[in-house]
């Protein structure tokens, strides 16, 4: 079936720097979702991305779909202790159901 | 924004018995609810697709005679966990799809469920 991976599992970094965490499905997508959950907390929704090649802004993160639909990043430019958490991506191939990512939990370090 | 609240947020119940968690949109009409299994420091394992007025569709491997799924009404899906046992402790969480452009999830608080 349907598998979506993502790297690294954990990433440190100390506040200032820049994250990014990568996501590869191992079928094609029709549509991408990024989804935040804190410590504790559930998954919210950040974006969703239809377009090959696309990419999206939302102040310091910038969202990328790749040009073959099957892989995607997350950017985080200049890290704040509030980007604590874990990210994930969540993959569907048409259908209303998605698939998640296996997560990269981000630890920012003051 | 949409808000998803699930009932009970925790619960224990011991080996053998059944637990049932409600998942309820509040402030939209939700005709498709998902729900989800997340073991700790994990991913999300989605366990079902619940539709409004038909049977739900379940994920492979996910036995349908031990997680029953009701879907009753636009804003309430239920999820019956029967004869628990010690393997089925986990975070169970549901989410309601939205109907517009982008089908965002809206995901409920989650309910801890431990069987003891």
């Known amino acids: 079936g349907q598998q979506v991976m993502q790297i690294p599992q954990y990433q440190h970094v100390q506040e200032g720097e820049d994250f990014t965490t990568y996501c590869n499905s191992s079928?094609?997508?029709?549509?991408i979702q990024w989804y935040k959950q804190r410590p504790g907390g559930h998954p919210v929704f950040l974006i969703q991305l239809v377009k090959s090649g696309e990419v999206k802004k939302q102040k310091r993160l910038t969202f990328q779909f790749g040009e073959a639909k099957k892989n995607s990043s997350l950017h985080i430019t200049a890290t704040q202790t509030t980007d604590v958490g874990t990210y994930f991506c969540?993959?569907?191939?048409?259908?209303?159901?998605?698939?998640f990512g296996t997560g990269t939990r981000l630890k920012v370090l003051a | 924004g949409a808000v998803v609240s699930q009932h009970p947020s925790w619960v224990i119940c011991k080996s053998g018995t059944s637990v049932k968690i409600e998942c309820r949109s509040l402030d939209f009409q939700a005709t498709t609810m998902f729900w989800y299994r997340q073991f700790p420091k994990q991913s999300l394992m989605l366990m079902a697709t619940s539709n409004e007025g038909s049977k739900a569709t379940y994920e492979q491997g996910v036995e349908k005679d031990k997680f029953l799924i009701n879907h009753a009404s636009l804003t309430l899906s239920t999820l019956t966990v029967t004869s628990a046992h010690p393997e089925d402790s986990s975070f169970y969480i549901c989410?309601?799809?939205?109907?517009?452009?982008?089908?965002?999830?809206?995901f409920g608080p989650g309910t801890r469920l431990t069987v003891t």
């Open positions: 079928t094609t997508l029709s549509n």
């Open positions: 969540a993959g569907s191939s048409g259908t209303y159901k998605y698939i």
């Open positions: 989410s309601a799809a939205d109907q517009g452009p982008s089908y965002e999830q809206y």
